[in-house]
């Protein structure tokens, strides 16, 4: 079991900027993959980014490539989302997400690879 924690949500202008943290409970964290998804009202989770076990391979919607980046701290047991030049359609609960991988340096960026998911946090873009 791998519990996950979101912190960092809130209120935002549009173009304004905002890190998402995701702390995790396992003493394993170098082994997992960790990725962000994120849900809007009425629509479905959708992927956002993804980094590797190792923090060098990473992957982006094209929706954000260029604004997001993702990175972890393996110290830390946390991942990190931070958002820039946000906008209105950024409005979502986002969800951090962990898959085990061992000692494979993979990164994942659908939905059903992971295995453990945390409660979300709500970002708002305001116009």
């Known amino acids: 079991q791998v519990q996950l924690v979101e912190s960092g949500g809130g209120l935002v202008q549009a173009g304004g900027s905002v890190r998402l943290s995701c702390a995790a409970s396992t003493r394993t964290f170098s082994n997992l993959a960790m990725g962000w998804f994120r849900q809007a009202p009425g629509k479905e989770r959708e992927f956002v980014a993804a980094?590797?076990?190792?923090?060098?391979?990473?992957n982006y919607a094209d929706s954000v490539k260029g604004r997001f980046t993702i990175s972890r701290d393996n110290a830390k047991n946390t991942v990190y989302l931070q958002m820039d030049s946000l906008k209105p359609e950024d409005t979502a609960v986002y969800f951090c997400?962990?898959?085990?991988?061992?000692?494979?340096?993979?990164?994942?960026?659908?939905?059903?690879?992971?295995?453990?998911w945390g409660q979300g946090t709500q970002v708002t873009v305001s116009s």
């Open positions: 997400a962990a898959r085990f991988t061992g000692t494979t340096n993979y990164v994942f960026s659908l939905l059903s690879h992971y295995n453990y």
């Open positions: 980094v590797s076990r190792s923090g060098d391979l990473t």
